[in-house]
């Protein structure tokens, strides 16, 4: 009869502890709401797994849209790299001074919305109608869903690209 019991409360606990982490799934485990991610596209919901934001920084960013790697001498040297890495040099210029593709320095961009680190960040995961094609992970090579880059890849980048311009920091 005990033994019942415990089989039956050890289930409770199963189906219980499968239920917390499916309700998770949508928040990052920091606990605060997710910002609400929109395509550059149209404006539609970017759904991004919280998963993905698996950094203290990227956590951060992803319930605030700030982006703390903004003026850390590390991390802007880590995203000049990322940014050769991925061919944006190819388009954009060595500086991101601007070539086939335009100039990222600011303060003014073909979508207003790139003056923000949000903003920007949803160009870089998920492209434009304009040209640009989505870098995000699992979105930039569609035969390999591991390709791509992580989102705490990407606010390395912009810390870089803030670099050019101290005067927008894009957290304003
Ligand atoms: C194949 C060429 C190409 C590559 C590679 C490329 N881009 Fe772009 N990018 C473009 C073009 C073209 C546009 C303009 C798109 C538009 O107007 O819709 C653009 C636009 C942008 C914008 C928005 C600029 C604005 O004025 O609003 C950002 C930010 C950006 N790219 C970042 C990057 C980053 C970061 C990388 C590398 C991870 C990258 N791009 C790789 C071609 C490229």
């Not at 991390?75 to 070539?99: E, N, P, R, V, W």
């Not at 003056?115 to 995961?125: C, H, L, P, R, S």
Request: charged fraction near 20%; glycine fraction near 14%.
């Amino acid at each position: 009869m005990q033994k019942k019991l415990l089989i039956v409360s050890v289930l409770t606990l199963a189906v219980l502890a499968g239920c917390s982490g499916k309700s998770d799934s949508g928040s990052a485990s920091s606990g605060g709401a997710m910002v609400a991610f929109v395509k550059t596209q149209d404006g539609s919901p970017l759904e991004i797994k919280a998963e993905l934001f698996d950094t203290p920084a990227a956590k951060e960013f992803s319930t605030t849209g700030k982006n703390s790697y903004v003026g850390k001498a590390d991390a802007i040297a880590q995203g000049k790299k990322l940014f050769q890495m991925y061919s944006c040099t190819q388009c954009h210029g060595g500086d991101a001074q601007g070539q086939t593709g335009p100039s990222l320095h600011g303060p003014d961009f073909h979508y207003a919305k790139n003056a923000t680190n949000k903003g920007m960040f949803e160009t870089i995961w998920n492209g434009t109608n304009g040209g640009m094609g989505a870098k995000g992970k699992g979105l930039m090579d569609p035969t390999d869903p591991t390709n791509g880059l992580k989102p705490d890849e990407v606010l390395q980048i912009e810390a870089w690209i803030r670099s050019h311009n101290e005067k927008l920091t894009g957290n304003e």
